[in-house]
């Protein structure tokens, strides 16, 4: 099941996917009363999902076209910062130690955890701001996010996927000139607009457990990064029981995966965005993020 937020005569509705992907079913329509996205996950129980994934696979309702709503961001606004992976694919460890070695150098045998500041995620089709003035070192990071669906603390990493709703793709926009600047990475990963994310979550009973999937983003047509989710360095299950030992991951947290190699900065010279650039980040099963840098 794909769910999704979009915006219809001008209000937010949140609504899923047909089983053709053509249309849109809102859940009201379904019979919720859900306000929003994290109305829906905090409130939602697995009978209203299997009621709302019967509604898709039977197609009993009828829904409104895709080409005729604005798709929008699946979580517009998150209770609380983006959880972002740092160096979680060998690759790009690599390459970012070659763009600044006292940055992003040395070993690192646990998980590197940073938190991304979002006043609002911005959905496909909508502009990344440049931020001329401040940013002469805009980049891109395809990621794959991961949806928590209730509250998790103390967690087993054989249960660790009771806890996950699903997947979405995550833009992780940095400036990285502010990034390395300050060595804290939360002022140059959290300027506004700097959280591009969609354009629908894939449940886990969908697109299953572990996902080993393509991942690449591309800048106008061109690929700059190509790689599976099947290569990260640390699972899905670890970072959510090791996260969960010390802190509540509350409902509608969203956990940035890390991303591959290919970023601006690895490149020889780094290849940063301008403006009128088209940024495309795809994972195969969820869909494709399209964003202009205005």
């Known amino acids: 099941m794909r769910l999704m937020t ?13 089983k053709d992907g053509k249309q849109v079913l809102s859940v009201k329509d379904l019979g919720f009363d859900f306000a929003d996205m994290n109305d829906l996950i ?18 009993k309702e009828k829904g409104i076209l895709l080409s005729d709503v604005k798709v929008l961001a699946p979580i517009p606004r998150l209770r609380q910062d983006v959880i972002c992976l740092g160096i ?3 690759a790009h460890a690599e390459e970012s130690a070659r763009y600044k070695k006292e940055a992003f150098g040395g070993e690192r045998p646990f998980a590197v955890y940073f938190s991304k500041r979002v006043d609002r995620a911005i959905g496909t089709g909508e502009a990344i701001p440049s931020y001329a003035e401040l940013v002469d070192s805009l980049d891109y990071e395809a990621e794959l996010a991961v949806i928590i669906k209730k509250d998790a603390k103390k967690v087993k990493k054989e249960e660790a996927y009771d806890y996950v709703l699903g997947y979405t793709v995550l833009n992780d926009v940095s400036a990285r000139n502010l990034q390395t600047r300050h060595k804290q990475w939360y002022f140059g990963k959290s300027l506004d607009g700097f959280c591009p994310m969609g354009p629908v979550i894939v449940t886990v009973k969908e697109m299953g457990k572990d ?3 393509r991942i690449l983003s591309r800048v106008n047509g061109e690929i700059r990064q190509d790689s599976k989710t099947g290569l ?5 299950p670890h970072v ?5 030992q010390g802190m509540t991951l509350k409902a509608g947290t969203v956990i940035a995966m890390g991303t591959p190699a290919g970023a601006g900065m690895g490149f020889e010279p780094p290849r940063f965005l301008k403006s009128g650039d088209r940024v495309e980040c795809e994972i195969e099963g969820i869909g494709k993020l399209y964003n202009t840098v205005k």
Do not use: C
Request: net charge negative.
């Open 88 to 90: 979680n694919y060998m």
């Open 240 to 244: 959510i029981h090791e996260l969960s």
């Open 6 to 18: 979009y915006a219809w005569k001008k209000t937010e509705q949140v609504g899923v996917l047909s």
């Open 211 to 213: 996902p080993d999937v």
């Open 42 to 59: 905090i409130r939602a129980t697995e009978e209203d999902y299997e009621k709302m994934e019967e509604a898709v696979l039977q197609e």
């Open 232 to 236: 990260m360095i640390f699972d899905i």
